[in-house]
């Protein structure tokens, strides 16, 4: 079956429903596809809030918030390695789409005086962490769901994209395979805009759903799309231990400390100046270094105090995270302290774009946590990915209602020959006989990523990282799935998955071996120094031939020069 959309949009979550919202105001016809129900996409999962200089609390002495204030601490926070144009787009628009948010639905926290309220988050000069209660995400993506339904988009949920179809330089749709039914729809389009998120179950301590398997990603660089920066992965410092469920940044923005098992607060030794709302790339290698020192506790973890905040506090400003803890830990933290550790949590790369979301293929675009615009460079601040996904979600929406007007739309006959190859290889896959089992390799490539591409990195432990990776793309030919129907099987979803989480690790692995510095968070113990010099600058991956080639482009340079960051 084909269908014929003007725009398709891949991905339900935050950036998805925004873009597809706007395009459909535009008279446009567009379809959303999504593995998940919208409502399960991983946005629904954010803490803690969007960063917005609306000004509504002070900073000290009375100073107020601005723009300009937001996108320094902005730049700073990525080690200088986020293209400043775009932060000063992203941080212009802040305080207009929150208000749009809340004009859509979004009920957020208030003030007493009626305000939105703000808080502080790690990294920022001022309160301007925007947020409902403790459950921000899910506040907005219900708001942007109900608005989708509203205008009639039409969604086609629990789709899982296999290609993208490029015809004579152009993207003009995708292949996907209903899991219900297990059959292979065409999409026909004028232009694809690729919003699936990021690829955190790469790695086997993340805060990430499992559905993060950084499809879009892979997607796009099989279609001849660049990956941008790939080698900075963000370890949140908070994640409950033994889950690895997040635990926000918010409960130290109202006043959590971080205590080792001498009871003392050991970030007052790293960043004597913002204590425990230092940028999460810091704070998370305090933390790992208190551990491997031996002051922290037995299993690998240290401990997040709110105690002191007061019942009352914790249940107005944070009764998910007491939820969490109760139902996870079996901790109440109103009365014990919370045990944390560091966990994947966001990656700052992602599919090469411009400001506007184009990639270097006509017709196909990206936003969202899947793209690299690049608004975090290498270490992302709190508060500052919901406001990515939402502004950006319409600003390439916009440039696809634009292009859209000069794009020629081809004939149906290449739709129907990427099905026939999306067919065929899902036969093969179903035909194949092996002996290795897929969930085996699957653990062994998070273990390798979590190893050896963790926290602190160094040659080494890449190398013998980028081995084990090289290994399992072998291993997975002789993979057997025992389930032989394609009518939802779940297993084979999880193999075409792993397939792009391969993908994605060796580009990853390839840009950190090559990567000789240390910046934000990729840091390297062989080469502990930022260097400017020579690294000022993007890491490309891209594959011709069925090789993969690393190079590099310049970072957009603006009001604010390199300089070393002080905590």
């Not at 725009?7 to 459909?24: F, K, P």
């Not at 499992?210 to 660089?221: E, F, P, Q, S, Y």
């Not at 389930?483 to 075409?496: E, S, T, V």
Request: proline share 3%; charged share 25%.
């Amino acid at each position: 079956m084909i269908h014929d959309y003007d725009v398709i949009v891949i991905g339900g979550g935050l950036t998805g429903l925004r873009a597809a919202l706007c395009i459909s105001e535009a008279g446009l016809s567009v379809s959303l596809l999504s593995k998940v129900h919208p409502l399960r996409s991983h946005s629904v999962a954010a803490q803690g809030g969007m960063n917005a200089s609306l000004g509504n609390v002070k900073g000290e002495n009375g100073i107020e918030d601005s723009w300009k204030i937001h996108a320094y601490d902005t730049v700073k926070g990525s080690d200088y390695l986020a293209d400043q144009d775009a932060v000063e787009l992203m941080c212009r628009e802040a305080s207009a789409t929150v208000i749009e948010l809340e004009h859509m639905g979004t009920v957020w926290s208030r003030l007493e005086n009626g305000k939105i309220a703000q808080r502080p988050f790690g990294g920022s000069g001022f309160p301007r962490t925007c947020y409902a209660a403790d459950h921000t995400g899910h506040s907005a993506l219900n708001a942007l769901y109900e608005n989708v339904m509203s205008n009639e988009i039409n969604i086609f949920a629990e789709f899982f994209v296999t290609s993208l179809i490029i015809d004579e330089g152009c993207c003009i749709g995708c292949t996907a395979l209903e899991i219900m039914t297990g059959e292979v729809h065409g999409f026909h389009a004028k232009a694809v805009l690729l919003a699936t998120g990021g690829f955190g179950r790469v790695f086997n301590k993340s805060t990430n759903a499992l559905i993060n398997t950084g499809d879009g990603l892979a997607l796009a660089l099989s279609a001849g799309a660049m990956l941008k920066d790939m080698e900075f992965v963000q370890f949140h410092p908070t994640t409950l231990y033994g889950t690895n469920i997040l635990i926000t940044e918010g409960a130290r923005g109202e006043g959590g400390i971080l205590l080792n098992i001498d009871g003392e607060q050991f970030m007052e030794r790293y960043a004597p100046n913002t204590i425990d709302l230092a940028p999460r790339d810091v704070v998370a290698r305090a933390i790992e270094q208190e551990i491997t020192d031996g002051r922290g506790f037995e299993g690998g973890f240290i401990h997040l105090d709110l105690r002191h905040l007061g019942s009352d506090r914790i249940m107005e400003r944070l009764p998910g995270i007491r939820q969490i803890a109760m139902d996870f830990a079996g901790i109440d933290p109103i009365e014990d302290p919370v045990p944390v550790q560091p966990g994947q949590h966001y990656s700052m790369g992602g599919i090469d774009t411009d400001i506007n979301g184009q990639t270097n293929i006509p017709g196909l675009y990206a936003a969202g946590e899947c793209a690299c615009i690049s608004v975090h460079g290498a270490n992302r601040l709190g508060g500052n990915s919901l406001l990515e996904t939402v502004v950006f979600g319409r600003i390439v929406a916009d440039k696809i209602i634009k292009d859209i007007e000069i794009i020629i739309s081809k004939n149906d006959e290449v739709v129907e020959n990427a099905m026939i190859t999306a067919n065929k290889m899902i036969k093969n896959i179903l035909q194949r006989k092996g002996n290795e089992h897929l969930f085996n390799l699957k653990n062994k490539l998070a273990y390798t990523m979590t190893n050896k591409f963790g926290i602190f990195r160094d040659k080494k432990n890449m190398e013998e990282g980028l081995f084990e990776i090289k290994k399992i793309q072998e291993q997975i030919e002789n993979v057997s799935l025992q389930n032989k129907d394609r009518k939802l099987n779940q297993a084979l979803i999880r193999f075409l998955e792993l397939n792009g989480m391969i993908l994605i690790a060796e580009v990853l692995a390839k840009g950190a071996i090559a990567r000789k510095e240390s910046r934000g968070s990729h840091k390297r113990i062989d080469y502990p120094e930022r260097d400017d010099i020579d690294f000022l600058k993007h890491t490309v991956v891209s594959i011709k031939d069925k090789q993969m080639y690393v190079s590099y482009k310049p970072v957009h340079l603006g009001l604010f020069e390199p300089k070393e960051r002080v905590y």
